[in-house]
């Protein structure tokens, strides 16, 4: 399974750039699992195709802030680098983009 790095800026929703460390990449195949949805009040599959890998370990303020443990994070996007969904569907304490999608099974290929 394979992370394809884009050549397009990681967005928020209002459009500004993520001030992270953060790349967008095509998911083959789209990452699929298991959430519970509210309104339906039962599970649903989500499939994710594009997804930001986001790392701060760079970011000057939280570096300041006592006890910060850096860290990656994967969230939804849409084709154009804005994120969808900031529930987050994989990473945490990693230090790279590399291992973050090697917790859900992916290879980055470029």
Known sequence: MQAIKLEIPARYEDGERFKTI???Y???PPYMREEYD???DDDKVVVH???IASDNSKDEF???IPGFTPE???FAC???GHISDWGGIGGGYTHTHESAFAEIGYE???
């Open 22 to 24: 953060a790349n967008v």
């Open 26 to 28: 095509m998911l083959d």
């Open 38 to 40: 509210w309104e339906l």
């Open 49 to 51: 195709r594009f997804v």
């Open 62 to 64: 939280l570096n300041t």
């Open 72 to 74: 990656t994070l994967l």
């Open 78 to 80: 849409d084709s154009v």
């Open 108 to 110: 980055i290929v470029t």
